[in-house]
Structure formats: C-alpha cells, structure tokens
C-alpha cells in the first residue's frame, strides 16, 4: 500500500481533519471505505468529506450510519473526535445495542426484495421479524408530524397480518411493489385507504398483507 502524503490542512475544517485521520489510523484507503460501506459511500464522497466539501451530516441516515461502521466509530465517538453533533435518532443507539435491519424501498417490485441499505435501529425498537421499509410518495403524508413523508422508514411487524380498523400495514402490491396503507372496514369488508385523499385506495385481492407499520423513524430525526 503507497502511503498517503499529507495534505495542506488550510481551509479544511476539523471535523473533515478529524475523519481523514481516523481513516488513516485505521490504515485504510477512500477506496477501502467505499468497499466497507457495500459502495453506500463512492471514493469520491470520501474524498469530499475529508476536504470539507460535503459535510457528512448532509449524508442520508444510511450513507451516515456506513460511514461510522466503516469508521468504527460509536455517535459519540464521532462526536468527540469531529466536535458535531450527531442527528438525533444516532443518539438513541448509543447505550441501547442495536440490531443493523436490511432498508427495502417501497416502490420495489418481486421478490427477494433488494436492499437499499442498512441502517441501525436501537434494539427495543426490534422485533421478531422485523423488517425497515421506505415510504415513497406523498400518499400518507397528512402535512402534520403523524403523517408519513416521502423518505421516511417505517418498522413493520410481520407477525401481525390479521387487519385491525384503522391500524396501518405494508401491504405487497401484487406484481408492482410495496405500498404503505391504513386499513378500514367498511360495508362490504375490507378496504386499504390513503391518509392523503389524493392517495390511491386499493382492494384486498389486489394486495398481499405484509405486516402491521408500529413504529416510525422520521426522515426528521436523522437530520
């Protein structure tokens, strides 16, 4: 391995000082980075990080959280080393242990579903079965806090398939994705309903029940 010369360190900010030598006490190339984060991070954002170009508390929650694992690093390490403050949700795992679950995007269509990342959930928050979910579109989003916006995940229960009035499921689209729905009773039995009355309502021979949604993680409290 050719050894890294040292940069001019003028005009960089600490926090990007701090990460390149982090990065270098590990012994590690940008490149290495990329591969230890399964290409979450390309070399080049490396790169930009450790110039102060892009400060990687702009990175998503995922792109984040491979950042730290790649760099062993705990939030509070993170903090301590860079003097920035972790997002919020980073702050809970920090005692608690957590349980790194697969991100499977709501638009994917057929199994096995793809993984769009990993991201580390506190281990309370984790069930038997499990699985992180992204919502895409606006279709849940009622414009309040309670509502579920485009980016935000969503932790799903697949041990909890039977309907309940007003509870909301991930729900498998019979050959076109996933999709995030509330379920409501009706005359004629079920129906899956969207928050947001410019969403679609779909039937249940449309649609195969996944599991019940019972926690949300704001796209808010990863920023």
Do not use: H
Request: proline share 7%; charged share 30%.
């Amino acid at each position: 391995m050719v050894a890294e010369k040292p940069r001019v360190t003028r005009n960089i900010p600490p926090w990007a000082f701090a990460i390149r030598k982090r990065r270098m006490e590990l012994g590690l190339t940008q490149e290495q980075i990329e591969e230890l984060t399964n290409d979450a991070l390309a070399q080049r954002t490396v790169s930009d990080i450790e110039l102060g170009k892009t400060n990687p508390l702009n990175l998503n929650m995922e792109k984040f959280a491979a950042l730290l694992k790649a760099l062993r690093w705990t939030p509070r390490d993170f903090t301590e080393a860079t003097g920035l403050e972790v997002p919020r949700f980073f702050e809970q795992i920090e005692d608690q242990g957590v349980v790194w679950l697969p991100i499977v995007a709501s638009g994917t269509a057929g199994r096995p579903w793809p993984q769009e990342g990993v991201l580390p959930v506190p281990r309370e928050f984790v069930r038997p079965g499990s699985i992180l979910i992204r919502v895409e579109g606006d279709s849940m989003d009622t414009g309040d806090e309670e509502g579920l916006k485009d980016g935000d995940l969503v932790l799903v229960d697949q041990n909890l398939r039977d309907l309940r009035p007003g509870k909301i499921y991930a729900l498998e689209i019979l050959g076109d994705g996933i999709a995030i729905k509330r379920a409501k009773r009706i005359k004629r039995g079920w129906i899956f309903v969207s928050d947001n009355p410019q969403g679609p309502i779909l039937e249940p021979d449309e649609v195969v029940v996944l599991g019940e949604v019972y926690r949300k993680i704001s796209i808010r409290e990863v920023r």
